[in-house]
Every structure is written in C-alpha cells, then in structure tokens.
C-alpha cells in the first residue's frame, strides 16, 4: 500500500513506475497488493520513488499494521481499483465490439450476429458497472460490512 500512495502521489500509473523502475508491471502490481520482494526490487523501486528501501521493506513485511496508510486511504484505494477495472472492461467492450460490427457489416450484412456478442457482453459490463458504483444493494460495500459485523457478532 506504501508504495502505490507513494506512486499516486506522483501522479504514475504503474506502467510508469515500472518503466522507471526497470521492473515489470506485474511486478508492481504484486508489491502494491504487499506481496514479498526482493531486496533488489524493493531498492529499484525506493530509487525511483526516493525512499529508503528499508522502509519500503518493513511496509511490504507488514502491511496490515502499516501505519503510513489509514483505512480510509486503503477504502479509497480499493474503490479507485474497482472502478478502474470497470473502466478498462467497459473500454474492451467497446473496442471489440466495434470490431465485430465492422466484421459482421463487410461479411453478412442481412444477419447482425455481432448483436449477439453485443447484448451478452454487455450485460455483463452493465452488471459490472452497477457493483462497481455500488447501485446493487447486496453487493455493495455496506453490505458487506454489514454482513462481516454480523458475522463478527456485532451490533451496529
């Protein structure tokens, strides 16, 4: 988490991390979920970002005590993550969906099967919306904090 705050506030994304870093976005990915790295990964990317690796391993070590980031920061980041799939699925729709039309239009103008594709894919991604902007009331983010306080024993 330490490190995707540190990329944020730069304004990277992580390609960009990584291309500076000389590490592959896999990589970066997988240090940002707080999975274990190596010394030299954690000194490429403390480099780049001008920390001191040190830290950057004890917060990789330790992540769900790490003090740098609060849980509001880690909600927030958790819903940025979300919605930016959502953003990514819905742009792959497009573009191949597109594709298709175009393919379907220059092959077999009398039959659209490329609204076959169109209609299923897309009621996925509509699907995928809703629960990324929280509009499906059992699968939003109260919901779930309802039921782990419940599960938990809890009163709210």
Known sequence: MLIQKLRLQRGWSQEQLAEMSGLSVRTIQRLERGKPASVETLKAVGAVLEVDFANLKEATMNTTANPTV??????????????????????????????????NLLTSRYYLWSLWIAFGWGSGVLVHGLKAFDKIPFLSGEWERRQVEKQLGRRL
Request: charged share 20%.
């Open 70 to 103: 609060s849980p509001d920061e880690a909600l927030a980041l958790s819903r940025v993550r979300r919605l930016k799939r959502f953003y990514v699925h819905l742009a792959q729709f497009v573009v191949v969906t597109t594709i298709f039309t175009i393919i």
